[in-house]
């Protein structure tokens, strides 16, 4: 690949976007290469969770608008949508966004995709298309006022206000700020505490969640948990079996993932 890094360090694989000259922006071949390197994790049955972060100095700066205007026009993206990411529903993987800088526009929609948003005390979110003619459709307008309630989003998104790690935690939609220089090892701890667990049960509580949401009430989610996919196939595995074993034998588990 030529603009995205991966690295798999056992259960654990990391995604860099890797055009640091321009803040990440990125451009059509970085739209693919982010497709291919998501496809590669929630393919492989060995990683268990992914981060996602920015090379350089900042995370994204969204699109790149030099590539936009030669071409006339925004290409059509991906099977799964901006960057490979922003309608990828049915991955229900753990996926960190660990944000060392600038996340606008389309970087700050990568970031909201994720699970989880770890963030050093110099990052920055805004969603500021309107302000270069655009609309920030990529997921950004919907997720924010999903996440953080239609008010205070509408305030980021109307006047294309620019928001910092510590207001983002404020908001709700950054789990949490370090920093700058401790990002690497906070990523690392939420990792860690992820790793404790079932990773069959964390998908099947990922996909609950998420999914639980679409549905038209609680009583719903709540009924119809027990057919979502991964819900499934945890209620099936040898984790679920092996969660009760190793407590009443007390020992730690040894999770099979399967």
């Known amino acids: 690949m030529e ?27 970085m739209h693919d290469e982010l497709e291919a390197a998501f496809n590669d994790f929630a393919a492989d049955a060995d990683q268990y969770i992914c981060v996602v972060t920015g090379a350089g100095r900042g995370f994204c700066s969204g699109s790149d608008l030099k590539a936009v205007a030669e071409a006339g026009s925004h290409r059509s993206y991906p099977a799964h949508g901006y960057a490979g990411l922003i309608e990828r529903f049915d991955c229900p993987k753990p996926i960190i966004a660990a944000v060392n ?19 050093s005390e110099s990052a920055v979110f805004a969603l500021p298309e309107p302000l270069v003619g655009a609309v920030a459709l990529g997921g950004g307008v919907h997720r924010l006022a999903r996440q953080i309630g239609l008010k205070q989003a509408m305030g980021m998104i109307l006047a294309s206000r620019r928001v910092s790690a510590s207001e ?46 679409d549905e038209a009430s609680l009583s719903d989610a709540m ?6 996919p991964a819900f499934a196939a945890w209620r099936s595995s040898d984790d679920a079996r092996e969660g009760p074993r190793a407590f009443a034998q007390k020992r730690a588990p040894v999770w099979k993932g399967r």
Do not use: H
């Not at 800088?101 to 963030?119: P, S, T």
């Not at 009924?223 to 979502?228: C, I, S, W």
């Open 101 to 119: 800088g600038v996340a606008m526009g389309g970087g700050f929609e990568v970031a909201l995709a994720c699970d989880i948003i770890v963030a």
């Open 168 to 213: 983002g935690a404020a908001l709700g939609f950054v789990n949490e700020v370090v920093p700058d220089g401790e990002l690497e090892a906070a990523t690392a701890r939420w990792c860690d505490a992820i790793l404790k667990a079932s990773p069959m049960a964390i998908r099947a509580s990922k996909e609950a969640a998420m999914r639980g949401l």
């Open 3 to 29: 603009f995205v890094t991966v690295d798999r360090a056992e259960r654990i694989t990391r995604i860099t976007l890797n055009r640091p000259a321009v803040l990440n922006a990125i451009n059509p071949r």
């Open 223 to 228: 009924r119809l948990q027990a057919d979502y």
